[in-house]
């Protein structure tokens, strides 16, 4: 028959610092403060369960994916852009209206459309004072007045050439256009000028030290000018624009679907991947010119077989991650620019980076403190270096505290974010989001959340959904309009032995402290080795403060002190050996942050 032995009583249990999700060991072996489930909390940055901020529709389109957002600033307008169902809707910012469906918001004036687009993924991006998209198959450009196809920049492909042809090669042909150019010296006399190309499509323009010719003869055949009126004098500069359009070259570059910039010092190129015709291939615009690819500016990535799916910089290097594997580029200067200024200064050649580890979610790597997290198989990879020197850049997987949750998804579609302004990653599936809080080093999971794309609004992220763009907030407690759907909180720390599996323990009185809010409440309930969840009974903490902005007369309240207040449950749970915690709050109303439980042990015996 056993004996009661009684001993010196177990340290309480006293939790300040709770430490986020832990999924990758038994719910036994995890870390005093650490949680087995963790949805709907945030890990403050002094390490609280904060019930997370709702959302709130901000613009209703009706159904269908929105393809892209983008928020900021041009021609002195404040303005959100979203791209749905084949067009393109401007948000004027400066407007406060409770508006949200799109009918009425254009009918008031707060958006506007302002023009087509493919409905596809679209990359909405700045560069050198215009807005771009890229989608695979439009390329555009905005300059908060004129929306249209991007305007191609024309090429002088040689210099200074005798009547006859040839000259200095320049600039190389753009293959956003078949549009080019070149400059001519006139010898006084001669009034036929030589191309380098026949078979043209049109002469464009021909001019004489800045003026148009009065007349000329095009030999589109022969691809030359006659018959050059006037006679252009001795040591005139002649220019020739003509047309020839290759038939798929402009494709090259509008069937990427992705777009970065990087470069050296301060010249900063365009560099656009994602074209399923040349998966394995970047490509790379002129110096400050996006409206310029050269014929030659591109780099074939290892093998054709697998896709590049995201390029990141990273200090003065740019890394490239494929489906199976991934590369570094550090730039080198490319030595005909010295002779030929017209060509890009630096040539980007690759070299491998790591054999086994690339990135499977296209373009959804994140640079997160000059470190790269790359998604790949069901892991996440963060690749730390030092200064962006190949051998200094190492991968570590960063997402084992959530693996259980990793092997049931997806990577490669996910939708990834960097929220600087709270330090936190979020990648999202489906409806859940898994954050790794990279502040205090957690992790922690939302649901309710679906997006196709996350921005940042002045602090507060946006995301376009599935015919909406919504509005993630602190100020918004449930998920909708106010009250409309509840956020389900729950949190299961990790079962405690209170460090004395061999006794059998009662739990009279347990603290716990919240913080006080307009209306702030909590559950809670504790689960034993003998008692399980269905079983448990389920205490409510609450306080309402006197707030003229949140009363509800029917839970009135005088009470004003802002200070944390204990609350002491006497749950009086008997003999245990183990015990979980349980924290939930599931009110459309209320908020929540938890700052500290206690769990002092009263009676104890050995089991036996």
């Known amino acids: ?14 939790i300040t610092d709770f430490l986020g999700l832990n999924e990758s060991v038994g719910n036994t072996e995890i870390k005093l403060g650490e949680f087995s489930l963790l949805e709907n909390f945030r890990i403050t940055k002094n390490m609280k369960p904060k019930k997370r901020p709702g959302h709130y529709t901000f613009i209703n389109f009706g159904s269908g994916d929105v393809q892209g957002v983008w928020y900021g600033t041009i021609a002195s307008k404040t303005i959100m852009l979203a791209c749905w169902d084949g067009d393109l809707y401007e948000y004027d910012m400066s407007v406060t209206t409770s508006t949200v469906d799109i009918a009425d918001l254009i009918t008031e004036g707060t958006v506007t459309i302002i023009g087509t687009i493919t409905d596809a993924r679209t990359s909405i991006f700045w560069f050198d004072d215009k807005i ?49 150019k070149m400059t001519f010296v006139g010898d006084g006399s001669s009034t036929t000028f030589v191309l380098p190309e026949s078979g043209l499509d049109s002469i464009d323009a021909v001019t004489i030290d800045g003026v148009a010719a009065t007349s000329y003869t095009a030999d589109l055949v022969n691809g030359q000018i006659t018959s050059v009126n006037p006679v252009p004098a001795n040591e005139s500069e002649v220019e020739v624009t003509w047309t020839l359009v290759v038939a798929g070259n402009s494709d090259l570059i509008k069937n990427h679907k992705y777009a970065i910039q990087f470069g050296v010092g301060n010249d900063t190129n365009l560099f656009i991947f994602g074209n399923l015709n040349e998966k ?45 594997s991934s590369y570094v580029v550090n730039p080198t200067v490319n030595p005909n620019f010295t002779d030929n200024t017209g060509l890009n200064p630096y040539n980007y050649g690759y070299e491998g980076l790591n054999n086994a580890y690339g990135n499977s979610a296209p373009n959804m790597v994140q640079l997160i403190r000059d470190d790269a997290v790359s998604f790949d198989g069901y892991s996440w990879r963060q690749w730390t270096s030092t200064n962006g020197v190949r051998n200094e850049v190492q991968p570590r997987i960063i997402s084992d505290r959530i693996k259980l949750s990793m092997q049931e998804t997806d990577l490669s579609t996910a939708v990834t974010y960097d929220y600087e302004f709270q330090k936190e990653l979020w990648v999202n599936f489906g409806t859940d989001v898994y954050i790794w809080n990279y502040g205090n080093d957690t992790m922690y999971k939302y649901t309710n959340i679906e997006a196709t794309q996350f921005i940042d609004v002045e602090g507060d992220i946006y995301y376009g959904s599935d015919g909406t763009v919504e509005h993630v907030s602190e100020n918004y407690v449930a998920d909708g309009s106010l009250g409309a759907t509840s956020i389900p909180c729950v949190g299961k720390l990790g079962f405690t032995d209170f460090e004395s599996p061999h006794l059998e323990k009662n739990m009279r009185d347990e603290w716990v402290v ?82 500290k439980l206690m769990l002092p042990i009263k009676s104890h015996r050995y089991s036996g």
């Open 514 to 595: 919240i913080e006080p809010a307009a209306k702030t409440s909590l559950d809670i309930s504790f689960v034993t080795d003998r008692r399980n969840e269905a079983d448990a009974k389920t205490f409510t903490i609450s306080y309402r403060s006197f707030d003229y902005g949140a009363i509800d007369y029917g839970d009135w309240s005088y009470a004003t002190n802002k200070n944390p207040q204990p609350r002491r449950l006497r749950a009086k749970v008997k003999k245990f050996t183990y015990l979980q915690t349980i924290f939930e709050n599931d009110s459309a109303f209320d908020t929540l942050t938890i700052l």
């Open 1 to 14: 028959m056993a004996q009661a032995s009684f001993q010196k009583p177990p340290k309480p249990i006293e």
């Open 280 to 324: 394995h291939v970047f490509r790379f615009s002129g110096v400050a010119k996006a409206n310029y690819f050269a014929a030659n500016s591109f780099v074939g990535v290892h093998s054709t077989e697998f896709s590049i799916t995201a390029l990141v910089p990273q200090y003065q290097s740019l890394l490239v991650f494929k489906e199976d």
């Open 132 to 180: 771009y998209f890229l989608n695979g198959t439009d390329y555009k450009e905005y300059d908060g007045t004129t929306y249209q196809d991007v305007v191609p920049y024309v090429p002088t492909v040689s210099l200074d050439a005798p009547p006859t042809g040839g000259g200095t090669l320049f600039e190389e042909s753009n293959l956003l256009t078949g549009q080019k």
